[in-house]
Nanobody, 114 residues
Framework: VQLVESGGGLVQLGGSRRLSCTAS????????MGWYRQAPGKQRELITVSRTVCRTDYADSVKGRFTIYRDNTKNTVYLQMNSLRSEDTAVYYC?????????WGQGTQVTVSS
C-alpha cells in the first residue's frame, strides 16, 4: 500500500486548506483512513479517522473545524481544514489501516501564519 499526500503549504490565520491522500494497492473501501499530525517537539496525534464512509471521529481540538471525507471511487481521503489556528501548524500524515496492515504517507507540512 502506498499513500501520497498533497495540499500542504502556507495558509493565513483563519484560512482554509484541503489535504488529499490517495492510496494505491489498497483495499480502500474497507480500510480505515485517518489523519494524524505532528507539531515540532510534540508526539504525533490522531486528529480524525474515517472508519467507513459514514463513521468518522474527531479529536476535540479540531471538532467543528476539520472535516474528513473519502471518495472510494478515487481511493482518496480528504481533510478539509477551516478556521485554521497557529496551533494547527504541523506535518500532517494520512494513515491506512486494514487487514493489509498499517501504512503511512510521507507527510505534508501545513504552516498557519499570522
Amino acid at each position: 500500500v502506498q499513500l501520497v499526500e498533497s495540499g500542504g503549504g502556507l495558509v493565513q490565520l483563519g484560512g482554509s486548506r484541503r489535504l488529499s491522500c490517495t492510496a494505491s494497492g489498497s483495499i480502500f473501501s474497507s480500510s480505515s483512513m485517518g489523519w494524524y499530525r505532528q507539531a515540532p517537539g510534540k508526539q504525533r496525534e490522531l486528529i480524525t479517522v474515517s472508519r467507513t464512509v459514514c463513521r468518522t471521529d474527531y479529536a476535540d481540538s479540531v471538532k467543528g473545524r476539520f472535516t474528513i471525507y473519502r471518495d472510494n471511487t478515487k481511493n482518496t481521503v480528504y481533510l478539509q481544514m477551516n478556521s485554521l489556528r497557529s496551533e494547527d501548524t504541523a506535518v500532517y500524515y494520512c494513515n491506512h489501516a486494514s487487514r493489509q496492515g498499517s501504512y503511512w504517507g510521507q507527510g505534508t507540512q501545513v504552516t498557519v501564519s499570522s
